[in-house]
């Protein structure tokens, strides 16, 4: 398809096009964003027929405007045009304000285009500018809105807003997230801890996990997390807890939400969540008081059941490697945080592999081994 076409193409999705050539323009974008080849069709004037789209979310016929959005989710989907998408503050400004309006009827739709939109870190940086740059006051939204939004129940009759959560897990990628997710007095942490159980939706849990993960890289917060002020062990272990009945001894010192569970308790079913959890721990053992901390809660116990279950190759892998820290033996002093020491290459090789992944929701997947 030529440039010209293309050209033509974008003006027909105008809102100052007529009813019937708007439609039918977006009927075939709608068709062109479900597949590579169509995404490669439209790739020259990709960030103008987004930017179109966008416009053509004002529409009065919902039927429409729930067209437009499948056009935008699949679109937006393209990591290589998200940051000159995000890069337009009218765009993110427009999208966050959807987000927001509790009587939004693709307020959905709308927090999976951001969802989308934020997968890159540059794309991270120009939306938590946004966020920091508008005025409250004055209807702007900052961080603070977006958490509220996502864990105030029936917030949006109209959505649930699960996606919400992968947007503010993605922005968690940038070091000023994870310090507002950290604010001591502002308890975030504390307001989406509940949501890594197994009664919220896949997406929030994977969202807050993932949110989890990224915090853990500042170990200075590490003590502060374990202790109760936030107390993030049983929200992680919880759900790599089972059924298994535990005797009195192994339950001695173990936190009590952990205790006695049943035999109807079941394990988190999604692996890209279970990995990020036991990643998180994984974190949180980095340093001495931390690693003291989690073995004096006897994790090593709900681990151990944990490893008689799991059937995924690559989770008893990484299962195996958070139990030898829990069984091991101390380092000599002077060498108690494992980020600052020398320690041996395959630990390096494992910590360092841990370190580069800023997980994004969309990003984690672990296939299911069948047993």
């Known amino acids: 398809m030529d440039d010209k076409v293309l050209e033509e193409l974008v003006s027909f999705l105008s809102p100052a096009a007529s009813p019937p050539l708007r439609e039918k323009a977006l009927e075939y974008v709608v068709g ?33 405007v729930e067209e437009v959005f499948k056009a935008l989710i699949n679109l937006c989907s393209e990591e290589k045009v998200s940051p000159q998408i995000t890069d337009n503050g009218k765009v993110v400004s427009k999208l966050l304000q959807m987000v927001c309006d509790p009587s939004f009827q693709f307020a959905d739709q709308a927090a999976s285009v951001l969802s989308n939109l934020s997968r890159s870190t540059e794309s991270c940086r120009h939306i938590l500018d946004c966020l920091q740059g508008q005025g409250v006051k004055d209807g702007g939204i900052d961080l603070a809105k977006l958490v509220e939004v996502c864990c105030k129940e029936g917030y949006n009759p109209e959505a649930k807003l699960h996606s919400l959560l992968s947007v503010i897990a993605n922005l968690t990628q940038l070091q ?45 917060y590490h003590a502060w997390l374990l202790s109760d002020a936030v107390d993030i062990l049983p929200y992680l272990l919880l759900p790599l807890a089972g059924p298994e009945e535990l005797d009195d001894d192994d339950m001695e010192g173990m936190p009590e939400d952990l205790q006695y569970l049943g035999e109807d308790k079941k394990r988190e079913p999604d692996p890209a969540i279970r990995k990020l959890l036991i990643e998180t721990i994984t974190k949180l053992c980095t340093t001495k008081p931390g690693r003291g901390f989690v073995k004096e809660k006897r994790s090593y116990i709900i681990m151990r059941e944990y490893d008689k279950w799991e059937k995924n190759e690559s989770l008893k892998e990484i299962a195996h490697d ?12 002077g060498m108690e945080n494992l980020e600052q020491v020398d320690i041996p290459q395959d630990i390096v090789e494992k910590f360092n592999k841990m370190d580069s992944e800023k997980p994004r929701i969309e990003d984690e997947h672990v296939d299911e081994e069948k047993s």
């Open 176 to 220: 000023e997230a994870r310090k507002f997710v950290l604010n001591k007095v502002a308890c975030v942490i504390q307001r989406i801890l509940p949501y890594t159980y197994l009664g919220s939706s896949d997406i929030r849990r994977r969202g807050v996990a993932t949110i989890l993960k990224n915090c853990c890289f500042e170990t200075d």
């Open 322 to 333: 958070l139990i030898q820290i829990l069984i091991g033996d101390e380092p000599e002093p």
């Open 32 to 64: 062109l964003s479900g597949t590579p080849e169509g995404l490669k069709t439209l790739g020259p004037c990709l960030t103008n027929v987004i930017f179109a789209l966008v416009d053509l979310t004002d529409d009065e016929n919902s039927s429409f």
